[in-house]
């Protein structure tokens, strides 16, 4: 968060990330090594010292296989549980497989192929991750940003749901609050209402549709 700017600017932010994701997903190989290189650029300045005094440097191939595994892990199951239509048989295995190129392209050495592998991956961090203020404080202004009021019902949603998919000891950890009955009664129909709401809205992905055509 100390090399970021999304409290000042956190639509901008997410505007960029969707726009890598959407160029590394549905573009051609072209644009997506155009992405992956300004991404590993701005990396190149990101270096510090976490509180614990440990340096960290947003190229190291071990955190950016972090940063990769927890995106695809997200990404894949959020379209899974609130996609606006069901994926084909076959494709969850090869996004994660296809991807694994972008994640070695951006310095991550031997990304996870397979779900079977990312879910390995993933539990192999587990005895690594701690939660410190930092940590809080960027959900608590995730929970509540600066956001128009005409908005607000609209976000409560997506975060609810981006919540929802946590494991139940990231939640605790960061002190987020544990309700079963409430993402199948309340947060998935709500979350899948408006997916397909946007789906609907926004038609398909502007670089996908491009290279449909």
């Known amino acids: 968060s100390d090399h970021s700017r999304y409290r000042e600017d956190p639509l901008g932010r997410l505007r960029r990330t969707a726009e890598f994701v959407g160029t590394t997903t549905f573009g051609s190989s072209a644009d997506a090594d155009a992405a992956?290189?300004?991404?590993?650029?701005?990396?190149?300045s990101v270096t510090g010292l976490a509180p614990d005094g440990r340096p960290y440097a947003a190229n190291d191939p071990h955190l950016l296989l972090w940063v990769h595994c927890t995106e695809i892990d997200s990404f894949l199951r959020a379209r899974q549980r609130y996609g606006a239509t069901?994926?084909?048989?076959?494709?969850?295995g090869r996004y994660v497989a296809e991807m694994a190129t972008v994640a070695e392209r951006l310095g991550v050495t031997d990304p996870p192929r397979s779900r079977a592998g990312l879910r390995s991956t993933l539990i192999g961090f587990r005895p690594e991750l701690h939660v410190g203020y930092q940590a809080r404080d960027t959900v608590r202004f995730l929970a509540f940003p600066s956001l128009p009021w005409q908005m607000r019902p609209t976000y409560s949603i997506i975060f609810g749901a981006a919540a929802s998919m946590l494991p139940r000891f990231a939640r605790r950890m960061l002190w987020l609050p544990v309700a079963p009955l409430a993402e199948p009664l309340a947060i998935r129909p709500a979350a899948t209402a408006l997916m397909r709401t946007l789906d609907w809205a926004l038609g398909p992905h502007p670089v996908a549709a491009g290279h449909r055509t």
Do not use: D, F, N
């Not at 992956?36 to 190149?44: F, I």
């Not at 069901?86 to 969850?92: E, K, N, S, V």
């Open 36 to 44: 992956v290189a300004r991404v590993r650029q701005v990396h190149e």
């Open 86 to 92: 069901p994926l084909r048989p076959g494709t969850p």
